[in-house]
Structure formats: structure tokens, C-alpha cells
């Protein structure tokens, strides 16, 4: 007997929370999957032979995500994909995505979008590579103070916060049109804490003109997110490095679109910096033509903000 692959309901969330649990350090899964008001019929699962439990999930997440022309299309990600390791290697995942694929066919979506480090598990469904880059190198020694104040966020500074990323992003290739209820939960599920953003405020009138996320991963600072004014990225890369080495960091990867603005500001951040290369994204036309997603993701300045993961 094979399994059987149904959609969800909402009797298989223990079994979900569960499994998610087993395969990830990953609690905020469940709260993630929660936003989708329509998550049970976009969530795809192989019930084991005897019926008595899920070997395997895939999860279609509806999501905005803005063109190469900058116009927000619905996309299908595709995300919390987990099997249970007694049942690998019997092709559920990929029973799975047919399912999901006709489900995001049915609903608009003009394509589909994953991020993984597993390419091999979805390139023989119809889903393609295409590469990001990211500089990295030393932490280099912070610049002397400039013009801008520079501070932690707070839970007051959210209305800016999103302001500046919305008007930061309004054009950008592959960036996600962010509801609150992503400001709410998806953008603290990856980034922690709002303290963890670092803010520049103009010191005349106190508005907020950048924002900087940064993370830690392993002896490396991860620069995640900026938006706002050019003129004060240096300024946040000089604080975000303070930061890195009173935590005893090392090393930095920039994970920003690159651009004059970005470049210029390296220095304050990043010594020995190189330019590397990966393909963790993949993409799958579905209503789109294959030349239009193409387009999408390489187009220059093109990005996927960690912050907004499926």
C-alpha cells in the first residue's frame, strides 16, 4: 500500500506541529502557518499506509511578490516541506508538489518560489536554480561616529519601520508586498526581537531615515535587511560591526542587493570583502512564461528579504 496524499484539516495539526518539530529547529512554524486563513486547503499531506499518521507535508503559502517591472503578482511559496526520515526516499515530496502545483495553477498563481538547500529534491518537478550573491569578509574596525543617531529599535518605531521598508521596496524585483499581519508575526518569526534592528534617525527632526537587521550565525554577523537613505548605511554597518564584536564575531556576510550605496558603504563593515555566490532560490512558471520569471529574479537589485520566508 501507498500513501495518500490529501489536503489538511483541521484535526492534522497536532500531527503537523509534530512533525515540524522533528525535522526543524524551527518552533514558529505552526504560528507562520497560522497566518493563511486558507491554510488546511494549501497545506498537502501523505498519510501513511495504515492511516494512522503523516509521512510527509508540503505547505503552498499565497504570497505579493513584485515582478521585474516592480507590480506585485501572486506567487505560490512553497515552504515547511518535511518527511519523516522512516519514509524518505518513496517520492512523496514530489506527489506533494504535483498536488500543490495544480492547486497554485487553479488559484492565479503566476509562479512558484522556494528557497532550499536541496535543490535535487524539487528540480525534478519543474522547479529551476537561479543565483543570489553576498559579500563577506573580516569585521573590520568602526569608523568614528557621523551625523546620524544611531539606536535599537522599539515596538513605538513600527509604523516608521514599515514605512521606510515599503517605500524602500516599492519597486524592487522578488521583494514580498508586506501585510501587518507579517509585521506582526512572519518578520519577528526570522528577525527576533524589533530591539535587534538597528535604526538611524535624522538628529534634527528625529524621523527614522534607515533601518539595518543583523543576525548571528555561528562566528559570523548576517547583514539581513536595510532600507532607507544611502547616506546612513555606513553609520548602521559601523554600530551593527560594534555589536558583532562585543558578541565575538569574526567574520560578515552582507546579504544586501548590491548598488553604488551598498558598496560605498562596505568599508565600515567588512575588510578582505569577496563576493560569493549560491542557488538556493528556485522558481517554477506556472501562468507566467519562463522568460518573465527569469526576468524576475535576475533583474538588477532584485531581492528576497529573509524576513519574509514561507
Known amino acids: 500500500m501507498t500513501a495518500t496524499i490529501r489536503t489538511a484539516t483541521p484535526a492534522d495539526d497536532p500531527a503537523l506541529a509534530a512533525l515540524w518539530r522533528r525535522c526543524f529547529d524551527a518552533p514558529h512554524l505552526a504560528d507562520l502557518h497560522a497566518l493563511d486563513p486558507d491554510r488546511h486547503r494549501h497545506t498537502f499531506v501523505a498519510q501513511d499506509a495504515a492511516g494512522d499518521g503523516i509521512d510527509a507535508v508540503v505547505v503552498y503559502v499565497p504570497r505579493r511578490i513584485r515582478d521585474a517591472h516592480g507590480i506585485p503578482q501572486r506567487v505560490g511559496g512553497i515552504g515547511s516541506v518535511a518527511t519523516r526520515p522512516e519514509a524518505r526516499g518513496q517520492g512523496l515530496v514530489r506527489r506533494l508538489l504535483e498536488a500543490a502545483e495544480h492547486t497554485m495553477t487553479a488559484e492565479r498563481c503566476a509562479w512558484s518560489l522556494l528557497f532550499t538547500g536541496t535543490p535535487g529534491v524539487y528540480r525534478g518537478s519543474g522547479w529551476q536554480e537561479f543565483a543570489s550573491t553576498y559579500t563577506e569578509g573580516r569585521l573590520a574596525p568602526s569608523p568614528a561616529t557621523g551625523a546620524f543617531r544611531i539606536r535599537a529599535a522599539t515596538a513605538r518605531d513600527a509604523a516608521e519601520l514599515a514605512a521606510l521598508h515599503h517605500a524602500y521596496n516599492v519597486a524592487r524585483p522578488l521583494s514580498s508586498v508586506r501585510a ?74 552582507v546579504r544586501l542587493p548590491d548598488g553604488p550605496g551598498v558598496r560605498a558603504a562596505l568599508p565600515a563593515l567588512l575588510a578582505d570583502a569577496r563576493q560569493v555566490t549560491e542557488h538556493v532560490g528556485m522558481a517554477r512558471p506556472l501562468l507566467a512564461t519562463e522568460e518573465s520569471v527569469r526576468a524576475t529574479v535576475t533583474a538588477p537589485g532584485a531581492v528576497h528579504w529573509y524576513g519574509d520566508c514561507f
Open 180 to 253: 501587518a499581519e507579517d509585521w506582526a508575526v512572519r518578520v519577528p518569526a526570522w528577525y527576533g526581537p524589533v530591539e535587534r534592528t538597528l535604526v538611524a534617525q535624522d538628529p534634527a527632526s528625529g524621523a527614522l531615515v534607515g533601518m539595518l537587521v543583523t543576525q548571528h550565525e555561528g562566528e559570523c554577523l548576517e547583514v539581513r535587511e536595510f532600507a532607507g537613505a544611502p547616506e546612513c548605511l555606513g553609520e548602521l554597518y559601523a554600530a551593527a560591526g560594534e555589536r558583532g564584536r562585543e558578541a565575538g564575531l569574526s567574520r560578515v556576510r
